[in-house]
């Protein structure tokens, strides 16, 4: 059962940036990994999926804004955060699902409950 930890949120002015980080306790190399976003009172949404195949898929509103890549080899995914407006203050998650085989963010799905593993998250405050 894969482990995930958060690193990397914190507090920053408007149009600045941020790199979170997730490390995993084992493998990734079948996983899809994903990082959520939930902002108090607000569902928990996916910002940025990456499938086992590589491939990523975004939100419509991070898309240019936010990318996601992956270091199987170092069991690490990263979510690198640019342009940060007031609207992306949130806690953010990593989270992870095994599916077999070489599979695309399509196929990984976009809703929470598509993924087993979670972190315990990280918070991200973007202020004005």
């Known amino acids: 059962q894969v482990q995930l930890v958060e690193s990397g949120g914190g507090s920053v002015q408007a149009g600045g940036s941020l790199k979170l980080s997730c490390a995993a306790s084992?493998?990734?190399?079948?996983?899809?990994m994903a990082w959520f976003r939930q902002a108090p009172g607000m569902e928990r949404e996916a910002v940025a999926i990456?499938?086992?195949?590589?491939?990523?898929m975004y939100a419509d509103s991070v898309k240019g804004q936010f990318t996601i890549s992956r270091d199987n080899a170092k069991r690490t995914f990263h979510l690198q955060m640019n342009s940060l407006n007031p609207e992306d203050t949130a806690m953010y998650y990593c989270?992870?699902?095994?599916?077999?085989?070489?599979?695309?963010?399509?196929?990984?799905?976009?809703?929470?409950?598509?993924?087993?593993?979670w972190g315990q998250g990280t918070q991200v405050t973007v202020s004005s």
């Open positions: 989270a992870a699902r095994f599916l077999p085989g070489l599979v695309s963010p399509a196929a990984c799905g976009d809703r929470p409950a598509h993924y087993n593993f």
């Open positions: 084992e493998s990734t190399y079948n996983y899809c």
């Open positions: 990456i499938g086992s195949d590589g491939t990523t």
